[in-house]
């Protein structure tokens, strides 16, 4: 199980993309959060074994319909054992 702390930035909101990433989150049994900020990029927190988050990844890098992801950033973290994938709101930073 490994963690990966993902940011992904160009058109990503207004398009549904955090609700493509749960949709797509939930297909591959990743695990974690993901949430619009304030700077217009999109948070992603994701929890799965290596193999199924490489897929999860491959989503990141295009997202629904409608997206244009023009940079994606990702570094590993601390395991937080999430139970399910959620759509937060906003973050307030």
Same mark, same amino acid.
């Given at each position: 199980? $490994?963690?990966?702390?993902?940011?992904?930035?160009?058109k990503v909101q207004g398009v549904g993309f955090r609700y493509a990433t749960k949709a797509t989150a939930?297909?591959?049994?990743?695990?974690?959060?993901?949430?619009?900020? $304030?700077?217009? +990029?999109? +948070?992603?927190? *994701?929890? *799965?074994?290596? *193999?199924? %988050? !490489?897929?999860?990844? !491959?989503?990141?890098?295009? #997202?629904?319909?409608?997206?244009?992801?023009? +940079?994606?950033?990702?570094?590993?973290?601390?395991?937080?054992?999430?139970?399910?994938?959620?759509?937060?709101?906003? #973050? %307030?930073?």
């Amino acid at each position: 199980m $490994k963690h990966l702390d993902i940011n992904v930035q160009g058109k990503v909101q207004g398009v549904g993309f955090r609700y493509a990433t749960k949709a797509t989150a939930d297909q591959l049994g990743v695990r974690g959060t993901v949430k619009n900020e $304030k700077d217009g +990029s999109v +948070s992603i927190e *994701a929890e *799965a074994d290596e *193999a199924l %988050l !490489d897929l999860f990844l !491959d989503f990141c890098h295009e #997202g629904p319909e409608g997206a244009e992801v023009t +940079s994606l950033q990702q570094h590993e973290g601390e395991l937080k054992n999430y139970r399910n994938f959620e759509v937060l709101k906003r #973050g %307030l930073f």
